[in-house]
């Protein structure tokens, strides 16, 4: 369990399946993710325990009142270059703009770099999700650059916008650490 202010990271469970289709079947959160709706909850069961067996881990996020909220995970660990992205859904839509993504997303940096001593953690987001970008700033990710017509979605292409947090960066304290008692 990685305890923030507002939030907890826990392992999944199969109980939470069920939800995250529910959110990822919602166009309002998929709107900015790479996911394929429908999605049925098989498909769900078959992305779990693939996930399981993976390095890239995923955990619930949960408020500290216990209720489940979203999602946060690994993209491609890289062991050698000690490198990771990370992707995180908030699919509460009520849970929006209230800090939890900021708070989980530092959870997950504190424990990427002082846990698994990674290096770099990086992502990508849609050029237009303004919400997401703001929030990543919050957490101390830095813009790299534009990727031109990077995802196709509802009819057209889309810019998104690379951002990282180096090692270097967190040690010199600019994740802005919402955590941090
Ligand atoms: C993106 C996401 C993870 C952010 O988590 P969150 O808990 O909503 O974000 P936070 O409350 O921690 O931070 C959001 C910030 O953006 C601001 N914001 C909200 N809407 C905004 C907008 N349209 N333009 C600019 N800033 C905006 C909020 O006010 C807040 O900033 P503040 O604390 O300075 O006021 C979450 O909203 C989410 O999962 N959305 C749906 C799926 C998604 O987009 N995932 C990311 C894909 S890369």
């Known amino acids: 369990m990685?305890?923030?202010?507002?939030v907890r990271l826990r392992?999944?469970?199969n109980g939470d399946l069920l939800l995250f289709v529910k959110w990822i079947n919602d166009p309002d959160?998929?709107?900015?993710l790479q996911f394929e709706p429908p999605m049925s909850l098989e498909d769900e069961a078959t992305w779990y325990h693939h996930m399981l067996n993976s390095r890239?881990?995923?955990f619930a996020i949960e408020t500290r009142e216990g209720r489940l909220i979203g999602n946060i995970g690994l993209v491609g660990l890289d062991w050698r270059s000690r490198k990771t992205d990370i992707g995180i859904m908030i699919g509460e839509k009520d849970a929006w703009s209230q800090g939890y993504?900021?708070?989980?997303?530092t959870v997950l940096l504190r424990y990427l770099f002082e846990e698994l001593n990674l290096n770099r953690v990086g992502l990508y987001t849609d050029a237009t999700n303004l919400r997401a970008?703001?929030?990543?700033?919050?957490?101390?990710?830095v813009r790299e650059g534009v990727v031109r017509q990077h995802r196709f979605s509802n009819g057209r292409y889309i810019d998104s916008v690379q951002m990282s947090v180096l090692r270097q960066d967190w040690e010199a304290?600019?994740?802005?650490?919402?955590?941090?008692?």
Request: aromatic share 10%.
């Open 11 to 13: 392992a999944i469970e």
């Open 101 to 105: 993504g900021t708070d989980a997303i």
């Open 56 to 58: 890239d881990k995923v």
């Open 133 to 141: 970008l703001r929030c990543y700033e919050k957490c101390g990710f």
């Open 29 to 32: 959160v998929s709107f900015f």
């Open 173 to 181: 304290g600019k994740g802005i650490s919402s955590s941090d008692q």
């Open 2 to 6: 990685l305890e923030g202010r507002l």
